[in-house]
């Protein structure tokens, strides 16, 4: 994934967004730092790890958050701002928490390369493009939604999404950090 590096040792190095940015530089950097610190989050992890439900009796796993944010990507960025006719990548109308929900064929590779694409698919649908420029979906309520909106919405979704990350990280190893 283009927002993190590894260092010497391999670990997931994080790029702080700057402080001194011009708005869309800035929300560009916020949600990549956001979506590299889920990165970091999982890394070094075995696949039973990733898996792992800490905190019952909640379904909330690490590849299940990884999973829920690919599809979230795909939404916002392509289904709504763009007006994308897309498939959901693991819910259903039957399951409607199928990010959540996978079987002992799912891995965590599949999905991380999963999110790592539509991640990808993300930047290049809204590259160039104004803060201004309205979505061609709608809210509910008839609403549309300006690129700014989207930013700002992504923002908050990861923020919070990766506070369950790391409680989850540190139930399963005791790793604790940003």
Request: charged residues 30%; aromatic residues 8%; proline residues 2%.
């Amino acid at each position: 994934m283009t927002t993190t590096g590894t260092d010497h040792a391999g670990r997931i190095e994080r790029a702080e967004p700057s402080t001194t940015a011009g708005e869309r530089e800035m929300l560009d950097g916020w949600l990549d730092y956001h979506r590299a610190t889920l990165a970091v989050k999982c890394a070094g992890l075995d696949e039973e790890q990733v898996r792992r439900a800490s905190l019952p009796p909640s379904e909330l796993t690490l590849m299940g958050l990884v999973r829920h944010l690919a599809e979230v990507e795909r939404w916002w960025f392509r289904e709504v701002m763009l007006g994308a006719d897309l498939p959901d990548l693991y819910s259903t109308r039957a399951d409607v928490d199928g990010d959540f929900h996978f079987t002992d064929e799912d891995t965590f590779a599949d999905a991380l390369q999963v999110w790592e694409r539509e991640v990808e698919l993300a930047r290049r649908a809204v590259a160039g493009r104004s803060l201004e420029e309205l979505s061609v979906g709608r809210s509910r309520r008839g609403e549309q939604f300006n690129l700014r909106w989207v930013y700002t919405h992504m923002i908050e979704e990861y923020a919070r999404h990766n506070g369950h990350a790391d409680l989850l990280r540190e139930q399963i190893d005791g790793a604790t950090g940003e």
